[in-house]
């Protein structure tokens, strides 16, 4: 685990800690769900970035690390208008745009291939890449690595 990511479960852990605290002082005080859920969705969308090369990567693994409940998780991403699968595309073709960007020092492109980027990226074939890909950005990814240029 990176230092972020021990930042984050840490946060997450503290957030989760004082919703309890509160929740069992019975002073009147109400847990405050909403900072446990903003605290819960940020590790949710650190553990989508971590493993979104991971073609088996889904709403079901990702339940799983976070330790709750695939209906937990879809109402925590809806109460920020955000749907886990489309988090999922989302981390994936942000981390392809990424890598058909990328430049050496000398601002000339890299040259790993569109289709081991797709494949790093998460996606089982180029073609749907090529589409997702092209709908998130208004180009391809071939135009995108000219124009980077």
Do not use: N
């Amino acid at each position: 685990m990176g230092t972020g990511e021990r930042a984050v479960a840490i946060k997450a852990c503290a957030d989760m800690a004082l919703a309890l605290l509160q929740a069992s002082q019975g002073a009147g005080l109400e847990p405050d769900a909403g900072r446990f859920d903003d605290s819960l969705h940020h590790a949710a969308w650190g553990l989508i970035r971590r493993h979104c090369g991971d073609r088996e990567f889904d709403a079901e693994r990702l339940a799983v690390l976070l330790e709750c409940s695939r209906a937990s998780l879809y109402r925590l991403f809806a109460r920020h208008g955000e749907g886990v699968a489309s988090a999922i595309w989302t981390a994936r073709l942000e981390a392809a745009w990424q890598q058909v960007t990328v430049h050496d020092g000398a601002g000339l492109a890299a040259r790993a291939s569109l289709s081991d980027i797709a494949l790093r990226c998460g996606f089982s074939d180029p073609s749907t890449f090529q589409r997702m890909f092209k709908r998130r950005f208004g180009m391809s990814p071939r135009e995108a690595r000219a124009q980077g240029r």
